[in-house]
């Protein structure tokens, strides 16, 4: 089942808050001690950083696989620490990232020193919307600063977002990205309602995603039918590029959210009505595109709008795809309209040609 850490932070008692959160979600992620101290530090100081400057916002702590996003790291998994708010943004970013940089009195750090000691770090602002800050941390420590040449073997890079409703410490939804040879395989569930049981039935889903990779879209939804009978049923999307072709099929089952883009246009990959475990379509056909070197997917779960605008400053295809799902989270939800369901956002992207730690 998906657990996920999500504390909102509108107070200073918060902060102690998310520094237990990411204790306890480093402990849950078999982190050692010295790892878990840096994800501690790195929580603390995004939550700090949210009430300092971003007016409060949310934390949000989960384990992912750190290979996904920053292909050739070869390192397994990873905490991933996301700071998100609607505040004034970040002026002088370039500034901000200075080690022991502070426009406050704070602990010291700030998010230079994020950077420094997190295995993964990014931060996107844009004034008058607000900032998202990701970070990750590996359960094995990396070798050595710097620059990390692109993994040519993994021309493209997934990563996602996931926050239960009501801040429960299990979501309803569940994502995965597996490779099976020339063949990527992204999917995302969404288990009928909230909860532990939700919760089940989505992690079935992406247990038998494992089990099945080297399936087409189609093929994969009958089997994860037969698979989630026993559970709630859920919604599921899949979405397989070939890299050997270079085009993508899709299926879906349920009310899954998807849009492909490629250049300046963003087209919607539509689901068929049904319930993956309780009722799937007698026919079900998958769709095929072609993946472009700009092209970027995004699934989505419907606690997301489904008219939510794509980000409008460029390239997405360079940002981290968590802080891509990340952003277009904070910009289709606000504090006076949160969000109204489990959500969550999965993101494949190219992989950049200078991919920086």
């Not at 991933?80 to 502070?102: N, V, W």
């Not at 094995?140 to 600063?145: E, G, I, T, V």
């Not at 963003?266 to 379509?281: K, M, N």
């Amino acid at each position: 089942m998906t657990r996920v850490w999500d504390v909102p932070v509108h107070d200073s008692t918060r902060v102690r808050d998310v520094r237990v959160a990411a204790e306890e979600a480093a402990d849950h992620t078999g982190l050692g001690r010295d790892r878990r101290a840096v994800a501690a530090l790195v929580a603390t100081e995004l939550a700090t950083n949210l009430l300092k400057h971003g007016g409060g916002g949310q934390i949000l702590i989960d384990t992912v696989d750190a290979d996904l996003a920053e292909p050739g790291t070869g390192r397994g998994p990873a905490l991933q620490i996301a700071a998100i708010d609607h505040g004034p943004g970040i002026a002088d970013l370039t500034t901000a990232l200075r080690d022991g940089f502070s426009t406050t009195a704070s602990l010291g750090a700030g998010l230079g020193t994020c950077r420094r000691v997190a295995d993964h770090f990014e931060v996107h602002t844009v004034p008058g919307r607000g900032t998202v800050a990701l970070a990750r941390v590996h359960a094995a420590r990396r070798d050595r600063p710097g620059h990390r040449l692109p993994d040519t073997s993994a021309p493209v890079r997934a990563g996602g977002i996931n926050i239960p409703l009501a801040a429960a410490p299990y979501s309803g939804d569940a994502w995965a990205c597996v490779r099976s040879g020339d063949r990527i395989t992204l999917l995302l569930a969404d288990g009928l309602g909230h909860g532990p049981a939700a919760a089940k039935a989505s992690g079935a889903a992406v247990d038998q995603l494992h089990r099945c990779a080297h399936l087409p879209p189609a093929e994969l939804l009958g089997v994860l039918h037969t698979a989630l009978r026993d559970t709630r049923g859920a919604a599921v999307a899949v979405a397989r590029l070939d890299l050997a072709t270079r085009h993508l099929d899709f299926a879906g089952i349920g009310n899954i959210g998807a849009r492909l883009r490629s250049g300046d246009t963003w087209r919607p990959l539509l689901s068929h009505p049904g319930i993956v475990g309780a009722h799937r379509p007698a026919r079900l056909p998958q769709c095929r595109l072609p993946w472009t070197p700009d092209s970027l997917l995004v699934l989505h779960s419907d606690g997301l709008p489904s008219r939510w605008a794509p980000p409008p400053v460029e390239p997405l295809t360079s940002w981290d795809p968590a802080v891509t799902a990340s952003v277009i989270v904070r910009d289709s939800s606000s504090a006076a309209r949160p969000v109204r369901d489990d959500t969550t956002v999965a993101v494949l992207t190219p992989t950049p040609q200078d991919h920086r730690s």
